[in-house]
């Protein structure tokens, strides 16, 4: 019965990735085909010395995306015999989601059995957030969301040096995966970790630019990427699902305000989970698993500039949560997080504008329930916590 439901999980995956391969995206046409373009005509070496000029009608800029992921469409581009540049973009975006599935098994191994693991994983590539991300937008945030769970996975296995490349691995490819870093702060307070391990996200990234370096791209360049990028636009949200969304349409602060006020009360807030999870408790299995779905959903709910994307890590965790914790309210909250991501996904691909703010309010619900739930995870005394020792309670 199980193979019956991966294979159909799997067939019904098949079609809807395939029926999505011709869906156009301005990402894709007016960006990431450019850049595959150009690597095709002007190959490896100069795509990645310097940044990609990007100059069609209408648009003239260039790649700043970070060099990793010009390594994947160098990759792709060995196939530019086959498929046009549109469609090799499209097959990257793909084999992030699958990345992204093998990423959640492996979390999902690490708390519950080969079969339900499995099947999660398998499940996963069927969730709105990921197919309308990869197969449909063409863009990759399965793959450093991908990486970001396996810091969790390594978490829950006590592999701290894996932990700690992986998030160096995560940020390298997309800064959005500092959102785990409350997380790992958890793991430094909670003295699970020695500042041995501390160099080790550092000479991560650093091994990612390496390929663009030697290609002759300066490393100030590649150690100051995310800087240049943090100016490229100035609004409070892009179509984020968060209460930027309703600051921004409602004129409540100017630009610098809202960016001063958002990044203080992240700051805050990123501290005082990580403190306080450690005054109380340590968390273990699932627990953990719980801590690591509430930073990643409160991260991009109370930061500024967020765009409509960057709540995939939330969505990919809760899941996993629901996954290995199948409850009516870690069901409820992988539902209405999924939900409104998909509500910014549709103001940005279907210009229904009333959709990030709805994904806004389900998603602010969601926190709330997941701050609820870690809170009285934390409160629980070490009496109560050995008659429930569990992981999976």
Not at 100 to 106: D, K, M, N, R
Not at 141 to 148: E, Q
Not at 149 to 176: D, P, S
């Amino acid at each position: 019965m199980r193979t019956v439901t991966l294979i159909g999980i799997f067939l019904l995956a098949s079609v809807v990735y395939s029926s999505l391969l011709g869906w156009r995206t301005t990402d894709v046409e007016w960006w990431f085909a450019p850049w595959m373009d150009h690597i095709i005509r002007y190959g490896a070496k100069a795509s990645l010395e310097a940044p990609l000029q990007v100059q069609i009608e209408g648009v003239n800029g260039f790649a700043n995306y970070s060099p990793p992921y010009l390594y994947l469409l160098i990759l792709a581009s060995s196939a530019s015999e086959w498929f046009s540049s549109f469609v090799l973009v499209k097959l990257v975006a793909i084999a992030g989601a699958l990345f992204c599935a093998a990423c959640i098994y492996y979390l999902l191994r690490a708390l519950t059995p080969p079969s339900a693991s499995l099947i999660g994983a398998a499940g996963m590539l069927l969730l709105p957030s990921v197919v309308l991300n990869g197969p449909a937008w063409g863009q990759t945030d399965t793959i450093w969301s991908g990486l970001a769970a396996l810091v969790v996975a390594f978490a829950l296995r006590g592999q701290w040096a894996a932990m700690m490349l992986a998030f160096g691995a995560a940020v390298a490819f997309k800064l959005q995966a500092i959102f785990i870093a409350p997380f790992l702060l958890y793991m430094v307070l909670s003295r699970r970790i020695t500042p041995l391990y501390f160099p080790l996200p550092l000479l991560a990234y650093a091994a990612m630019m390496v390929p663009a370096w030697l290609a002759g791209r300066p490393a100030w360049d590649l150690a100051t990427v995310y800087l240049e990028q943090a100016g490229t636009y100035r609004w409070l949200s892009m179509n984020a699902p968060n209460g930027w969304s309703f600051v921004q349409y409602l004129r409540l602060v100017s630009y610098e305000t809202g960016v001063i006020l958002g990044t203080v009360a992240t700051v805050l807030a990123a501290l005082a989970l990580g403190a306080l999870s450690v005054r109380w408790r340590r968390l273990h299995g699932a627990d953990l698993l719980l801590l690591s779905v509430t930073v990643a959903t409160a991260m991009p709910y109370l930061l500024p500039k967020m765009h409509d994307r960057y709540f995939f890590l939330a969505d990919i965790l809760a899941y996993a949560l629901a996954v290995c914790r199948p409850k009516p309210w870690t069901i409820g909250v992988a539902v209405a997080i999924q939900l409104g991501s998909a509500g910014a996904y549709a103001s940005h691909m279907l210009d229904f504008t009333v959709g990030k703010y709805l994904g806004a309010l389900l998603i602010g619900g969601a926190l709330i329930v997941l701050v609820h739930h870690l809170w009285c995870t934390l409160r629980v005394t070490p009496t109560a916590m050995t008659a429930s020792s569990s992981p999976l309670a």
